[in-house]
């Protein structure tokens, strides 16, 4: 596993030479090429974590005092563009990559799910719109690293052990 801080040369996230505030992207190789977007999508679905579900279930309640988006749950067999995972919404679905985000008013963030011939990339790009959204990440900084680690592994476990 690799932590980087760059995106993969062809990230969706790329796409629009948008800048970003903030950039990882963890890297596991999984040693299969046969994983498409509706095994990402699934082990995405499947594998949260009990403590990361705790934590956004805390996090819902303390954003909902300032007015920001809080999760709503939504599992289904298959997704299309615009469907909502819990608090991220599917941007687009290509054969070996989903992008998934949300949009708010103090920052935007998106996740993308990509496999690279073998390995396993999930990235997380933020933009700030204003002082709230860099206060607001500054704090949670310290979690967010903790889970998408966490859950690229379990994810990358999923995907090896064909589960999806």
């Known amino acids: 596993m690799k932590i980087l801080h760059t995106l993969p040369k062809h990230s969706l996230l790329n796409e629009n030479s948008q800048t970003y505030d903030y950039i990882d992207s963890i890297s596991i190789d999984i040693n299969t090429e046969d994983v498409g977007s509706k095994e990402l999508l699934h082990a995405f679905v499947t594998t949260t974590p009990k403590w990361i579900m705790l934590l956004m279930q805390l996090r819902n309640k ?3 005092l300032f007015g ?3 999760t709503v749950s939504a599992l289904k067999e298959n997704y299309i563009v615009g469907d909502k995972l819990g608090f991220f919404e599917i941007y687009a679905i290509k054969e070996k990559e989903v992008v998934l985000g949300e949009d708010d008013k103090h920052l935007d963030f998106k996740v993308s ?11 997380t790009v933020i933009v ?12 949670i900084k310290f979690f967010h690293k903790r889970i998408i680690v966490s859950m690229a592994k379990q994810i990358a476990k999923t ?6």
């Open 68 to 70: 920001l988006k809080h």
């Open 113 to 123: 799910l990509l496999m690279e011939d073998t390995t396993f990339r999930l990235s």
């Open 128 to 139: 700030y719109h204003n002082t709230f959204g860099k206060l607001y990440f500054f704090v």
């Open 159 to 164: 995907l090896i052990k064909k589960e999806c």
């Open 62 to 64: 303390i954003v909902s």
